[in-house]
């Protein structure tokens, strides 16, 4: 009984750790071309009244397949810093395949770990989080497609299933333009339905505005370029 008592306040700690971060981060997600030496940087904030140690480093999480891990080739300055409260410091990291590099999609991981410190005169460690920002990167041509496997509304709900046959990890945005019988712009609305990865499938739902034209438009694109297009009456 000791035992799981002991196992439940180590996980109750280990979760809400992260509750008690000291540090903020931005950008959270990279997404870079690799046909060229790459130079990104990270802001990191220390948004305690104590001074806070950081770590710095790169690595890849269990699903990242080796062959496609990022992490092997990103380089990182400064790997050690100390932040002033209230202070904020840089973090470059450079990014270099080999030419041998197949082309494709890769991924990696590039933590920010906060250092515990002793609590002066109790002998105690500070709770301290580990950020960890994604970075994609792509070598070749990128080349965009997805396929419509149903679309249709039922009972003013908008369903749309969809597989992304990109040769990438894609961000996708679907954008619903209300026509009148004319053809003229009633309202808009854009759904970002967030990163897919290859070959992977989704379903978007969305509840339609009941009172808003005869048709809508149905629009897909990534980065701006438009992969599907489609008007369904709406009356």
């Known amino acids: ?7 439940f306040l180590f996980l109750f700690i280990a979760i809400n750790s992260f509750s008690f971060f000291n540090t903020g981060v931005a950008p959270g997600i990279f997404d870079i071309s690799l046909n ?9 904030i220390n948004n305690s009244k104590e ?7 790169s690595g890849k999480e269990k699903s990242i ?3 496609e891990n990022l992490g092997q080739w990103l380089r990182v300055y400064p790997r050690m810093m100390t932040l002033k409260p209230k202070g904020e410091r840089r973090v470059k990291f450079t990014v270099r395949i080999p030419k041998s590099a197949k082309d494709g999609e890769y991924k990696g991981i590039l933590y920010i770990e906060e250092i515990p410190t ?6 105690t460690l500070t709770l301290a989080g580990r950020h960890g920002l994604t970075v994609y990167g792509f070598k070749g041509k990128e080349n965009y497609k997805v396929d419509i496997l149903d679309i249709k509304i039922e009972n003013q709900e908008l369903k749309i299933d969809i597989k992304n046959n990109s040769n990438k990890s894609i961000k996708l ?4 333009n209300y026509l009148n ?11 970002n339905c967030g990163r897919i990865g290859k070959d992977a499938e989704i379903q ?3 509840v339609l505005k009941e009172t808003l034209g005869e048709v809508l438009e149905i629009e897909l694109t990534v980065k701006g370029q438009q992969l599907y297009k489609q008007n369904i009456k709406l009356k």
Not at 173 to 176: A, E, G, Q, R, S
Not at 181 to 191: A, P
């Open 1 to 7: 009984m000791r035992r799981l008592i002991n196992i």
């Open 173 to 176: 945005k679907v954008k619903l």
């Open 65 to 67: 397949k080796e062959n």
């Open 51 to 57: 001074v806070v140690k950081v770590k710095v480093y």
């Open 36 to 44: 060229r030496p790459t130079t990104e940087e990270v802001i990191v």
């Open 118 to 123: 002793v609590i002066k005169g109790t002998g």
């Open 181 to 191: 019988y004319l053809g003229k712009s009633l309202n808009k609305e854009e759904i």
């Open 204 to 206: 978007v739902r969305k």
